[in-house]
C-alpha cells in the first residue's frame, strides 16, 4: 500500500471517499451547531424520552470501537498469527470509531461548551464520570499498543501492551453497559446482565466491523482474502452472533417471568409498534438469524460475498436492537405507582412516542463520517493492509488451530 | 530650601491644599458610598451560614385533601420559579411539580396528588451526575448547580420520579432569584429561596385546601414531624429505599 504503488484510479478513489467523508463529517457538524445554538427543542427528544438518536450511534460506535479491538487482541494475547497481521487495522478502527462515538455524545450535551468542566469535575459515584476515565485511558493504552506493533523496536512489549488493552477494552464495555446496568429507575434496565451483554455485543459487532472494512481494503487493492481464512473469521462472528441472541433471549425470559416487568415486555415483543418490527424485523431476523443462515448453510457459506453480507446485516441488527433498547426503554412509562392506572400532563402511564429530527440523525451520521474519514487516511498513510504469508501459516498450523 | 517653607506657610496657600484635601476626600467618599452600602446590603441579605445537616427540609402531602384537576400548586410554582416560556411540545417544557391522577383497577379509588423532586436521601440523580452538578444540600434539598451541569440528562434517565427537566429552548424573563438556563436541567428546589428567607415553597402556600405541610423532619416540634410520629404515611416507591423527604398520605 505504498504511495507510488497507487494507480491514477485508486489515488482519485482515495480522495473521492475522503471528500464524501469529510462532507458527510460537516454536515454533521453542522447540525451539532444548530442544536445548540436552538437548543435541544429541534430535536424529537424530551423531558420523557431524554436520550435519543445522537445515543443510538454513538452506544453503538462506542461498542463496536471496544469490539473490533479483539481482532488485534486474538493476535497478541491469545497468539494466533492469523490475526496478528490483523492488529494495526484492528487498534486504528477501535481509536477512530471510539473518537468519533464520544465526539457525537459531547455535541449532543445541552452545554457542549463545558467540555472542560466534564473533565475537571469527576464524581466517582457516576458510571459516566468513570467513563471519562476510561475513554482518554483507552485512547492511551492502544496508542502505546500501536506503537508495539508498529515499532520494530517495540515488538517485544506488544504481548503486554496487548493484554493491558484487553483489560481496559474488557472494564471500557463494562462501563458502557453499565451506563443503563446501573439505572434503578427503568423497567429496561437496572440489569447485572447488561454489562456482559454489551461485552458479548461489542465482540460480534466489532467483527462485523472488521471484516466489512477488511473486505473493502482487500477489493480496493486487488486482493483476495484466503478463503481459509474468511472462513476461519466469519465462523467466529457466527458464534458472536449467537451469543449476543443467547444474552437476549435471557435478558426477556428473565423479565417476564417478573409479574412487575411483563407489561414491558409484552410493549417489546407485541405491541411496540416500529419497536416490535425493529426488534423482530431489524435484530432477530435480518440482525441474527439471517446472518447465520449465510454464515452456516452450505449454499452461502464459502462465499465472499455472503460474508459481507451478513456482516453488514449484523450491524443492521446492532442498530435495530440498540434502537429498541435506548429509545423504547424510554418511552414505555415509568412505574413510579405500581398496580396503578396514572395519568397527567407528563405522560405518566402512558406510550410515550419519538420521532427523531434531521438534525439528530445528521449527527449520528457526522460521527459515521469521522470514523470513516480518519480511518480512509489512515489505512492510506499507514501500511495497514493485512498481509497474510499463507505458506507460513499453513506451515505453522495457524490455519488449522 | 526657604522658599519651600514660605511658600506652604503661606495662609492662602495652606487653606488651598486642606480644602483641596477635604474635598478629594468628600469626593472619594461619595463615590465609595453608595459601593459600601451595596456590601452592606449584600451581607445583610446573605445567610449568616450555610445549610445546616441539624435540618432536614420535607413535606407532607395529604391526598385525600387533594382535589383532582386542582393545580393551584403548579401554577404558583412556575410564578416564583418563572417557567414562563411557550412550547409547541408538552414534553419539551419544565416540569417542576405536575399534578398526578391515580385509579385503582380493582376498587376504582381515585386520587389526586402533586408530584415533584422527591429530595431522597440517597438520591440517584446525585450518584450518577458525572461532574456533581446533581447535588445534596445539607439540609436535604437536592439541586442542580447550573454553573457545572452539561446537560448529559443522565440524572433524568435516573430519576425514578421523572421529577426533572431539560431546558430545550432559550429563555428570556427569568425570576433573578431561580438562575435557569437552555442545556442544563432542573427540578423543584422546595423554593430554596423562599426556604433560606423562612419562608414556606410557593406551592405549600398555594393550596386552597392546605393539603401540603413543609417543614424540619428533624424538628420533634415541627407540625410536619407531629404529624408523622402519629399519622400513617407513605413513600412513593419506597422499595428503592432512597428515604424521600416527601411522603404522601391517602395512597
Known sequence: MHLEENSLFEENLFYLLAVIGSLITAVGLGAALYMEHSGHVVTGMNNQVVWGMPHVFAIFLVVAASGVLNVASIGSVFGKTLYKARAPLSGLLALAMLAAGLIIVMLDLGRADRMIVAMTHLNITSMFGWNTI?????????????????????????????????????????????????????????????????????????????????????????????????????????????????????????????????????????????????????????????????????????????????????????????????????????????????????????????????????????????????????????????????QKLENSGHMLD | MSAPQNRINNPSRRNFIAATAVGAASLGAVALAPGLHLIEVSQASAPSAGASSKVRWGMLIDTTKCASGCDECVQACNTENGINETVQDARQGSQWIRKIDLKDPQSGRQHSLPMMCQHCEKPPCVDVCPTGASMKRADGIVLVDRHICIGCRYCMMACPYKARSFVHQPLTEQNPQVPRGMGCVESCTFCVQRVDRGLKPACVEACPEGAMTFGDLNDPNSDIARRLANEASTQVRADLKLGLGVRYQGI
Open chain 1, 134 to 390: 476510561l475513554y482518554p485511558g483507552f485512547f492511551a493504552i492502544v496508542g502505546i499498543y500501536m506503537w508495539t506493533l508498529m515499532d520494530r523496536k517495540m515488538n517485544p512489549y506488544s504481548k503486554p501492551a496487548g493484554l493491558a488493552a484487553f483489560i481496559w477494552r474488557i472494564l471500557l464495555t463494562t462501563g458502557t453497559g453499565s451506563i443503563f446496568g446501573f439505572l434503578v429507575a427503568r423497567q429496561a434496565y437496572q440489569s447485572a446482565m447488561l454489562a456482559p451483554m454489551f461485552i458479548i455485543m461489542s465482540f460480534a459487532w466489532g467483527l462485523a466491523v472488521f471484516m466489512i472494512v477488511q473486505k473493502a481494503m482487500f477489493s480496493w487493492n486487488d486482493k483476495q482474502l484466503h478463503p481459509q481464512i474468511r472462513a476461519r473469521m466469519k465462523n467466529l462472528l457466527g458464534t458472536f452472533v449467537a451469543a449476543v441472541f443467547y444474552f437476549v433471549i435471557v435478558y426477556h425470559l428473565t423479565n417476564l417471568y417478573f409479574a412487575k416487568q411483563t407489561a414491558f415486555e409484552h410493549f417489546i415483543l407485541l405491541s411496540g409498534g416500529a419497536f416490535t418490527v425493529l426488534f423482530w424485523g431489524g435484530y432477530v431476523l435480518l440482525g441474527t438469524l439471517l446472518p447465520l443462515l449465510l454464515l452456516y448453510a452450505p449454499a452461502f457459506s464459502n462465499r465472499s460475498g455472503s460474508v459481507f453480507a451478513a456482516a453488514s446485516l449484523v450491524l443492521v441488527g446492532a442498530f435495530s436492537l440498540l434502537y429498541v433498547f435506548i429509545i423504547g426503554a424510554q418511552v414505555f412509562p415509568l412505574d413510579i405507582f405500581p398496580g396503578m392506572e396514572v395519568s397527567s400532563s407528563f405522560m405518566d402511564g402512558k406510550i410515550d412516542h419519538y420521532t427523531p429530527s434531521l438534525p439528530e440523525i445528521l449527527l449520528g451520521f457526522g460521527g459515521i463520517g469521522i470514523a470513516f474519514t480518519a480511518t480512509a487516511i489512515g489505512v492510506r498513510v499507514l501500511k495497514f493492509l493485512p498481509e497474510d504469508d499463507i
